[in-house]
């Protein structure tokens, strides 16, 4: 069956680092976009960033662009979420998804099938 499973959040200070994974089991990323999206509370899940399943042209939100870095390593079947310089506004559950297709497409939660459950993310001094 197809699994993805999300590691690495946590608590940290502001202008803290974190580093997120996402573990694929039953299939290979190699041939899935992948896309990191989360959920504040009382908020709607927006995506954080998407890269397509070649690797090389990748999307960012506004509020991570330049703060945040989207890596895969196929070797491994895993995706990760570098994530620097962290503000309070980033504390959400962090999600992992896949698709399928070709180019980058849309990063858009409704556009992706398979999800991981989630892993916390919180920012605070």
């Known amino acids: 069956q197809v699994q993805l499973v999300e590691s690495g959040g946590g608590l940290v200070q502001p202008g803290g680092s974190l580093r997120l994974s996402c573990v694929a089991s039953?299939?290979?990323?190699?041939?899935?976009?992948i896309g990191w999206f989360r959920q504040a509370p009382g908020k709607e899940r927006e995506g954080v960033s998407c890269?397509?399943?070649?690797?090389?042209?990748?999307y960012y939100a506004d509020s991570v662009r330049g703060r945040f870095t989207i890596f895969r390593d196929n070797a491994k079947n895993t995706v990760y979420l570098q994530m620097n310089n962290l503000k309070p506004e980033d504390t959400a559950v962090y999600y992992c998804?896949?698709?399928?297709?070709?180019?980058?497409?849309?990063?858009?939660?409704?556009?992706?099938?398979?999800w991981g459950q989630g892993t916390q993310v919180t920012v605070s001094s």
């Open positions: 890269i397509r399943s070649s690797g090389g042209t990748t």
């Open positions: 039953g299939f290979s990323l190699d041939y899935y976009k």
């Open positions: 998804a896949v698709r399928t297709g070709l180019g980058l497409g849309q990063c858009r939660s409704d556009m992706y099938a398979d």
